[in-house]
T-cell receptor, first 113, second 112 residues
């Protein structure tokens, strides 16, 4: 069964600090992996998309990594801001017929002043 | 939320009542999706549509119905057969199936 596990479930950090969120998956065959940011009560917004051949991709203060061998991804947030407080969702797409997106449960990040 | 609108923002359902959630997009996307989000859980796919007049069941379609008569519209009906409808419902669209999905702002459904 395809699964996406994220850790930690929740995280509290001080403004200006860095943090790393983890995503482990067992989706097969792998097509791509996306990180979404979801503010409370809003729809998710795409941050990055990574394919099999990509190891690192940055989007401003967000840097995603992918290790397709160990089936792990991470999202690193640099110099956190209060507006980074949100849930971060890892989504893995399977390379076969149909929609086949598997969503992680998300990591809820709170940035405190 | 980029071109996808959902209404209403909050919806209350009485026992035995059918309710319809609206989803409209002006992005000219072929594919549209409905998800359900419960606290602490990942999004679960209810229905998706690759093209007008076509839709497929997702993982949790029981108690729900959809239609796709127009490219820009994909309404979701929560029927009385759905015994635990309280959740946050998200609509999404993508250029084609399996491309990056763009989400609407969501509708929170509560049961009276």
């Amino acid at each position: 069964k395809n699964q996406v596990e994220q850790s930690p479930q929740s995280l509290i950090i001080l403004e200006g600090k860095n943090c790393t969120l983890q995503c482990n998956y067992t989706v097969s065959p792998f097509s791509n992996l996306r990180w979404y940011k979801q503010d409370t009560g809003r729809g998710p917004v795409s941050l990055t998309i990574m394919t099999f051949s990509e190891n690192t991709k940055s989007n401003g203060r967000y840097t995603a990594t992918l290790d397709a061998d160990t089936k792990q991804s991470s999202l690193h947030i640099t110099a956190s801001q209060l507006s980074d407080s949100a849930s971060y969702i890892c989504v893995v797409s399977a390379g076969n017929a149909g929609n086949m997106l598997t969503f992680g449960g998300g990591t809820r990040l709170m940035v405190k002043p | 939320d980029g071109g996808i609108t959902q209404s209403p923002k909050y919806l209350f359902r009485k026992e035995g009542q059918n309710v319809t959630l609206s989803c409209e997009q002006n992005l000219n996307h072929d594919a549209m999706y409905w998800y359900r989000q419960d606290p602490g859980q990942g999004l679960r796919l209810i229905y998706y549509s690759q093209i007008v007049n076509d839709f497929q069941k997702g993982d949790i379609a029981e108690g729900y119905s959809v239609s796709r008569e127009k490219k820009e519209s994909f309404p979701l009906t929560v029927t009385s057969a759905q015994k635990n409808p309280t959740a946050f419902y998200l609509c999404a669209s993508s250029i084609k199936i399996r491309e990056t999905q763009y989400f609407g702002p969501g509708t929170r459904l509560l049961v009276l």
